[in-house]
């Protein structure tokens, strides 16, 4: 079933107005802070499989590819996979690239060790919320983590719905949350108060 915004979302990576509000203007130190520990702690294994979900014009997804990790990045628009295979390409590393739903991946049962959102979950709304953590819970091996970052409050205007504490253990009851962290989101129009949380899948 189609969602509100695909139309939206092409044209802004068509015209560039994305670089304003969604492209990171570097890797955000939360991700390479992960990657750094992760596998030492056994948190994150080395090889991946990564999931990028929402994964825009590839930031993350190529900058994991190119430490090594196998990588799958999925979005609903056409216009974003079109300038993160660009991306990969320059940077001459492979990703899987898929054009799909948060709500219907095309992504195999317990496949995934790792799932990064950056600004996906604060696009849907309230409502659709328990169809995207179905999808999550799904796609994640058994003690896979989600980190997810996303907007603080709700905001009208620009379209988001806020991620905190209450609504993440309610959408995930089974699985094991650590502190939700203020962070800032940052971008070329001007930052945004965020919300960082890892969240892990139980293990059986």
Do not use: N
Request: net charge negative; glycine share 12%.
């Amino acid at each position: 079933m189609p969602r509100p915004f695909e139309s939206f979302w092409d044209r802004s990576y068509r015209d560039g107005s994305y670089l304003d509000h969604w492209e990171a203007p570097e890797v955000p130190v939360e991700l390479t802070a992960l990657v750094a520990v992760g596998p030492v702690a056994g948190v994150v294994p080395e090889a991946g499989p990564v999931l990028d979900v929402g994964c825009g014009a590839g930031l993350e997804a190529v900058w994991l590819a190119r430490r090594g990790f196998r990588v799958i990045g999925v979005d609903s628009s056409s216009g974003a996979l079109e300038r993160a295979r660009e991306r990969s390409a320059e940077a001459g590393v492979e990703v899987d690239w898929r054009l799909g739903s948060v709500y219907r991946l095309p992504v195999d049962d317990g496949s995934i060790a790792l799932i990064l959102d950056r600004g996906c979950l604060h696009g849907v709304d309230r409502e659709d919320r328990p169809d995207y953590a179905a999808e999550i819970e799904r796609v994640l091996l058994p003690g896979g983590m989600l980190l997810l970052r996303g907007a603080r409050e709700d905001d009208d205007e620009q379209g988001l719905v806020g991620v905190g504490e209450t609504e993440l253990d309610l959408l995930f009851p089974r699985f094991e949350r650590g502190p939700v962290v203020p962070v800032t989101l940052r971008a070329q129009a001007g930052d945004l108060p965020g919300h960082l949380a890892v969240l892990r899948k139980p293990r059986q």
